[in-house]
T-cell receptor, first 117, second 117 residues
Framework: AQTVTQSQPEMSVQEAETVTLSCTYD???????LFWYKQPPSRQMILVIR??????QNATENRFSVNFQKAAKSFSLKISDSQLGDAAMYFC??????????????FGTGTRLQVTL | GAVVSQHPSRVICKSGTSVKIECRSL??????MFWYRQFPKKSLMLMAT?????????EQGVEKDKFLINHASLTLSTLTVTSAHPEDSSFYIC?????????????FGEGSRLTVL
């Protein structure tokens, strides 16, 4: 079974600064997808960024980028130019590429990001 | 992006009663939907995979007779918490997959907070 670990329960960043959220995972599969989801106070999960394991290039979405280290099974999220609206709970998630497991997501325990003025 | 709607967003019920939560995909057809449970300040735990026209697949440790899942159409899945107890109080989130295969993107509902008195 796959596991996802987020070792930082809480992080804080000043507005306009950069913060990196850590995520490690354990799997025996070679093909999979990794995600970062944001859960604001409204509680609706929002996809921030995704990475296909077969791609060596790190995914980027505007101010959000990842550092994907497949050999180390590490998948960190970097938020640049942090904004107040970035304050939320961030979850790292794993999904197998094998269709037999449908689209089951395995989530980490989350990191609560606080953005200060 | 696609929209997934849950109803009700909040529900309070007495012990021993049953509560139904609906999950609808508003602008796409979802052959597969997922039900998660989230405890306060905790991660999302997959409860079951709901497949249109067939029985749900429950995760280990989830009581199928207590958490009844019905996926009667391509746009609607329901979760019924039967004979609710205070320990069933939680935040329940559904997600639906748009597109087929293992790579179809998942969209999440707004969640439903259940409080059992």
């Amino acid at each position: 079974a796959q596991t996802v670990t987020q070792s930082q329960p809480e992080m804080s960043v000043q507005e306009a600064e950069t913060v990196t959220l850590s995520c490690t995972y354990d799997t025996s599969e070679s093909d999979y997808y990794l995600f970062w989801y944001k859960q604001p106070p409204s509680r609706q999960m929002i996809l921030v960024i995704r990475q296909e394991a077969y791609k060596q290039q790190n995914a980027t979405e505007n101010r959000f980028s990842v550092n994907f280290q497949k050999a180390a099974k590490s998948f960190s999220l970097k938020i640049s130019d942090s904004q107040l609206g970035d304050a939320a709970m961030y979850f790292c998630a794993y999904r197998s590429a094998w269709s037999g497991t449908a689209s089951k997501l395995t989530f980490g325990t989350g990191t609560r990001l606080q953005v200060t003025l | 992006g696609a929209v997934v709607s849950q109803h009700p967003s909040r529900v309070i019920c007495k012990s021993g009663t049953s509560v139904k939560i609906e999950c609808r995909s508003l602008d796409f057809q979802a052959t597969t939907m997922f039900w998660y449970r989230q405890f306060p300040k905790k991660s999302l735990m997959l409860m079951a995979t709901s497949n249109e026209g067939s029985k749900a697949t429950y995760e280990q440790g989830v009581e199928k007779d207590k958490f009844l899942i019905n996926h009667a159409s391509l746009t609607l899945s329901t979760l019924t918490v039967t004979s609710a107890h205070p320990e069933d109080s939680s935040f329940y989130i559904c997600s639906a997959r748009e597109g087929g295969g293992a790579i179809g993107e998942l969209f999440f509902g707004e969640g439903s907070r259940l409080t059992v008195l």
